[in-house]
């Protein structure tokens, strides 16, 4: 992680300037996700939206088109550039780089045992259903592919999710 986080400085200096400069409030977004064995922790990224109350910010996951999402957000998360941070969480052993998506607490909350098996593993800042369908699918479909990926999980599948992670980095076929 310090390898990513020394590597992608130059991009995350221009990201908090531009993020800075274009909107007010915060450079980073810091949220409540749980991870390995049910344990909370503070998830970081760089701040796309406009500033929300609590309660707004409950009200779901982004959309396409989300007018909540800053004009320089759109770009950051586009290229997925508002992930960076989370390369502080994997310095800080709470996140690996590839892995299931970190839920929020109240997802967790309503999970099934089957759900629940998500929590064997780390979280990752990337992961199968990221790069296979993330915008193609509702949460069923994210579960049973992080549960694909934790059932092949290995140096080989990473980096294969890695690969393609940077591929769509680049395209900007990520999160809109």
């Not at 310090?2 to 993020?19: H, K, R, T, Y």
């Not at 064995?37 to 939206?49: G, L, V």
């Not at 994210?142 to 680049?170: C, F, K, S, W």
Request: net charge positive; hydrophobic share 40%.
């Amino acid at each position: 992680s310090i390898v990513c986080i020394i590597l992608f400085s130059p991009v995350m200096l221009l990201s908090a300037i531009l993020v800075k400069a274009t909107s007010k409030g915060p450079l980073i977004f810091a949220q409540e996700r749980v991870g390995l064995h049910n344990k909370p922790f503070q998830m970081y990224k760089f701040r796309t939206m406009y500033v929300q109350t609590e309660e707004e910010e409950q009200k779901g996951w982004t959309k396409k088109n989300d007018p909540r999402v800053t004009k320089i957000g759109k770009f950051i998360r586009k290229h997925s550039i508002d992930e960076f941070p989370q390369f502080l969480n994997v310095f800080l052993g709470q996140m690996s780089v590839v892995g299931p998506r970190p839920p929020l607490p109240n997802e967790v909350a309503e999970y099934t045992e089957y759900d629940l098996q998500r929590l064997a593993v780390k979280p990752g800042i990337t992961g199968w259903w990221q790069v296979t369908d993330r915008n193609s699918t509702g949460f069923d479909g994210m579960v049973q592919r992080d549960l694909e990926y934790i059932a092949r999980r290995g140096i080989l599948t990473d980096l294969r999710i890695i690969a393609l992670t940077v591929i769509e980095i680049i395209t900007g076929k990520g999160a809109f």
